[in-house]
C-alpha cells in the first residue's frame, strides 16, 4: 500500500530564516507529487505540483521553491522566511490518469515569528 | 480562472439527520469530483469521488452530480458528532493534472 511523509510535524522559525520541507511516498511509481499550503480558516492553496523528476511548476509567485530530485520524493525551500509564510504545509500524491484521486501527507505546521 | 464554490457554513445539523452539503464549479468540462474531511489540525482525507451523473452510495454517504447543473452534493445521513469537520469539494482541473478545490464548509452535528 502507499505511505507519504512529511517532516518535520512541527517547525518554528524566525524571519528572515531559511526552510526545507520533505515529503516522501512509499509504494507508488511515477506519482505526481504536489505542495499546499492552508492558512489559518483558510482554504487549501495549491503552491507547486511536479508530473516527473525535475518537473515543477509553481502556481503562486513567491518566494518559495520546489524541487523533486528522486521520483518519489518533493522538497519545498525557501531562502528567507515571511511572516506570511506561516500555515500548515501539505503534500499530496496522485496516479493520473488511473484515479486522479490526491491523497494527502500528515502536514507540517510551520510558524514564522 | 476555474473556480469551486462552497458555503463557508457552519451548517449545523443535529445527530442523526441528514446533512446535506452542497458545491457548484465553473468548468464545464470537469469529469472527476471529490469530497474531503478535515478535522481541525490534520490533513484531508478522501470520502468519495463521483464521475458519473447520479448518486453514489458510500455507507452513510452519499454524493450526487449533476453536470448540466456543475452541481455537486454530499449527504451525510445519521449525523454523528464525529462527522463535524470541514468538508472540501474538489474538481479536476481538465487538462492540467491538478484539483481545484473549494474553501470548505464547516460542519457541525450536536448531540
Known amino acids: 500500500s502507499q505511505t507519504i511523509h512529511q517532516w518535520p510535524a512541527t517547525l518554528v522559525q524566525p524571519v528572515g530564516s531559511p526552510l526545507s520541507l520533505e515529503c516522501t511516498v512509499e509504494?507508488?511509481?511515477?506519482?505526481?507529487l504536489y505542495w499546499y499550503r492552508q492558512a489559518a480558516g483558510r482554504g487549501l492553496q495549491l503552491l507547486f505540483y511536479?508530473?516527473?523528476?525535475?518537473?515543477i511548476s509553481s502556481e503562486v509567485p513567491q518566494n518559495l521553491s520546489a524541487s523533486r530530485p528522486q521520483d518519489r520524493q518533493f522538497i519545498l525551500s525557501s531562502k528567507k522566511l515571511l511572516l506570511s509564510d506561516s500555515g500548515f504545509y501539505l503534500c499530496?500524491?496522485?496516479?493520473?490518469?488511473?484515479?486522479?484521486?490526491?491523497?494527502f501527507g500528515p502536514g507540517t505546521r510551520l510558524t514564522v515569528l | 480562472q476555474k473556480e469551486v464554490e462552497q458555503n463557508s457554513g457552519p451548517l449545523s445539523v443535529p445527530e442523526g439527520a441528514i446533512a446535506s452539503l452542497n458545491c457548484t464549479y465553473s468548468?464545464?468540462?470537469?469529469?472527476?469530483f471529490f469530497w474531503y474531511r478535515q478535522y481541525s489540525g490534520k490533513s484531508p482525507e478522501l470520502i468519495m469521488f463521483?464521475?458519473?451523473?447520479g448518486d453514489k452510495e458510500d455507507g452513510r454517504f452519499t454524493a450526487q452530480l449533476n453536470k448540466a447543473s456543475q452541481y455537486v452534493s454530499l449527504l451525510i445521513r445519521d449525523s454523528q458528532p464525529s462527522d463535524s469537520a470541514t468538508y472540501l469539494c474538489?474538481?479536476?482541473?481538465?487538462?492540467?493534472?491538478?484539483?481545484?478545490f473549494g474553501t470548505g464548509t464547516r460542519l457541525l452535528v450536536s448531540p
Open positions: 499530496a500524491w496522485s496516479v493520473w490518469l488511473a484515479e486522479d484521486t490526491q491523497y
Open positions: 509504494g507508488t511509481s511515477n506519482p505526481n
Open positions: 511536479s508530473v516527473g523528476i525535475g518537473q
Open positions: 468548468d464545464r468540462g470537469s469529469q472527476s
Open positions: 463521483i464521475y458519473s451523473n
Open positions: 474538489a474538481v479536476v482541473d481538465t487538462g492540467f493534472q491538478k484539483l481545484v
